[in-house]
């Protein structure tokens, strides 16, 4: 059976192989990282945390010598089976699309830690008859305190409707899974959530500021311009990859979203 749940100790993992899509959740220990996410550069330190739900999204990092970090990587599917039926988790996810750094104060971070340092005591006991019960509860465990940690800071109160909530966590999930490189329509997004396209539109502005076609696009924009910076691949392939109609088409979407034609990207 495939690891749905890994926890490493270097940032070096961060966004490849076989947690690359993962969702991420860093604890930092000692020294300093900034990390370039969703086109904004966040810096994280002792005692801050790191919550990426979107790795497409991660354009890259730096640390320095003396940084120490607990990273735990989770597989989509079991964070969904592991996050609690709280509406304040879609809120409080969307909101790290934005801000995905936060401080823990003394005690917050000796929690945290206390629940990292429980899940790699759990998953160094694969022969629990148990094991997969016994990660879910610590991941979960881990989970309802980031919510503490997250609404306690931003003060936020559950009073996002449940439909609401689950409408957006299915589209931003879509999203997650790579749909946007073959639909890139709103329309597509909504057929599947069976809502209007209007609708899904007021509801993902009323959630997270945004509009529907700005997530589509925010993730195959930063999507593409990683794979931009691939010298290996053609940009004719590039294009196919994200099923556009012609190299023409695939240019002119470039020119309007980073500024710049591929070839005047790629320098």
Same mark, same amino acid.
């Given at each position: ?11 070096? $993992?961060?966004?490849?192989? #076989? ?10 220990? !000692? ?5 370039? %996410?969703?086109? *904004? ?20 990092? &730096? ?11 989770? #597989? ?5 089976k ?18 995905? @750094? %936060? ?9 945290? *830690? ?6 790699? &005591? ?12 016994? &990660?879910?509860?610590?991941m979960?465990?881990l989970?309802?305190? %980031? ?7 931003n ?23 790579? #749909? ?5 329509? @709103? ?7 069976? @809502? ?7 509801? $993902?502005?009323? @959630? $997270? ?17 990683r794979?931009?910076?691939? *010298?290996?691949?053609?940009?004719v392939?590039?294009? !196919?990859?994200?099923? %556009? ?23």
């Amino acid at each position: 059976m495939a690891e749905n749940l890994i926890i490493r100790h270097s940032i070096e $993992s961060l966004g490849h192989g #076989d947690v690359s899509l993962f969702l991420t959740h860093i604890l930092c220990l !000692d020294g300093t990282a900034t990390i370039n %996410f969703n086109d *904004k550069e966040f810096a994280i330190e002792r005692g801050g945390c790191c919550i990426i739900r979107a790795t497409q999204l991660i354009e890259g990092w &730096k640390a320095s010598e003396d940084f120490r970090c607990m990273i735990v990587y989770a #597989d989509p599917q079991f964070i969904e089976k592991a996050t609690p039926r709280s509406n304040y988790g879609i809120r409080g996810s969307l909101s790290l699309f934005n801000t995905p @750094v %936060f401080h823990l104060n003394e005690e917050e971070f000796e929690r945290c *830690k206390a629940d990292y340092e429980h899940i790699e &005591k759990c998953l160094a006991n694969p022969g629990h008859r148990f094991f997969e019960e016994v &990660k879910l509860n610590a991941m979960q465990a881990l989970i309802l305190d %980031f919510f503490d940690f997250h609404a306690r800071q931003n003060d936020q109160e559950d009073d996002i409707q449940t439909p609401t909530a689950q409408l957006m966590w299915r589209f931003i999930g879509m999203l997650e899974r790579g #749909d946007y490189r073959q639909n890139r329509e @709103v329309s597509y997004y909504a057929s599947e959530l069976c @809502v209007a396209p209007k609708y899904l539109s007021e509801i $993902s502005k009323q @959630v $997270s500021g945004q509009s529907a076609n700005y997530w589509i696009n925010r993730f195959t924009i930063l999507d593409i311009s990683r794979l931009l910076r691939d *010298k290996q691949l053609g940009f004719v392939e590039i294009a !196919d990859l994200f099923n %556009f109609p012609s190299a023409s088409y695939f240019t002119r979407y470039v020119q309007r979203y980073l500024g710049e034609s591929p070839s005047e990207y790629r320098g």
